[in-house]
């Protein structure tokens, strides 16, 4: 009979991964116990300090509904979506870069013609909001489909409001013949992430705040391109180089640049990697 202590039982539960048939399965498995168990003996895990671990993620698990995600949220604010994020897609010099796609995304938001007001009544300064969407070699996308989505000058998504049905501040338009987009919104202001759960006592246990900088999201695609998902930050914002996410990229941040009459302007060009079969065909 095996004789299992401190020493031994990493190997014996790696061991125990070995009849695994799907081989990725068993490499992030086995990776995940020896880092698991790395981790714990750095730190000579108490017991006291497990349960505490495991009643966090029990709350995590007690707060998540179809309206809020404390476990993304989790990842978020540990730099796990973003690394992930960064991971995957290293793209070619000159393309935009992508950043995390956050909780609040709304798939079947309305669809709006060039040019129109996507606010829909969102509280805050109006803002125009165009550019030009292109390949890496500067050829228009025509027809490109752009999905935005931002909050309220209060800080708040539509969906956060109880009670909203209609969408406001997101909607989708659709690129012209030469690859161009514009729409009117409202100004995005920095926000709070969400913040009275266990992410949330997190954050304050850590010293940390839950600020976003200012940002409008975006979701581009394109037939022959790979999806971009992406903000535009707003320069000069403040936690910019604090995001409680670790979402910014310099080269996402653009000046919304005040216009006579108290709106704004932001202008901003996004450049599409190739999809993959269309790059290897070139
Ligand atoms: C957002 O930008 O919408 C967001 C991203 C990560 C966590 C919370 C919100
Ligand atoms: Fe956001």
């Not at 290293?90 to 992508?98: F, L, N, Q, V």
């Not at 022959?224 to 910014?248: C, K, M, N, P, Q």
Request: proline content about 5%; charged content about 20%.
């Amino acid at each position: 009979m095996r004789n299992l202590n401190q020493d031994n039982i990493t190997q014996a539960v790696i061991a125990s991964f070995s009849a695994t048939e799907d081989p990725r399965i068993k490499q992030i498995m086995t990776s995940l116990v020896q880092h698991l168990h790395a981790f714990a003996r750095e730190v000579k895990l108490t017991e006291a300090e497990w349960f505490q671990g495991i009643d966090f993620l029990t709350r995590c698990g007690h707060i998540t509904s179809d309206k809020r995600q404390e476990f993304i949220l989790l990842s978020d604010v540990l730099g796990l979506s973003m690394l992930t994020v960064a991971m995957n897609n290293d793209k070619p010099a000159g393309c935009t870069e992508s950043t995390v796609f956050g909780p609040f995304h709304v798939a079947g938001a309305p669809h709006y013609e060039l040019g129109a007001d996507i606010a829909n009544g969102a509280k805050g300064t109006p803002c125009l909001v165009r550019g030009r969407v292109s390949g890496l070699d500067g050829e228009p996308v025509p027809g490109a489909v752009l999905d935005v989505w931002q909050s309220d000058d209060d800080g708040l998504y539509d969906v956060q409001h109880e009670g909203l049905e209609q969408a406001q501040a997101r909607g989708v338009v659709t690129a012209d013949a030469q690859g161009r987009y514009h729409f009117r919104s409202i100004l995005a202001v920095p926000y709070s992430i969400p913040h009275d759960g266990p992410v949330g006592q997190l954050l304050e246990a850590t010293g940390r705040h839950p600020w976003r900088p200012a940002h409008l999201h975006f979701m581009v695609t394109a037939p022959g391109y790979e999806t971009l998902i992406t903000h535009v930050f707003r320069d000069r914002s403040d936690y910019l180089d604090s995001d409680a996410v670790f979402g910014v990229r310099q080269s996402l941040v653009c000046d919304w640049v005040q216009q006579p009459d108290g709106s704004y302007l932001l202008e901003y060009d996004f450049v599409l990697n190739p999809a993959a079969a269309q790059r290897e065909a070139a």
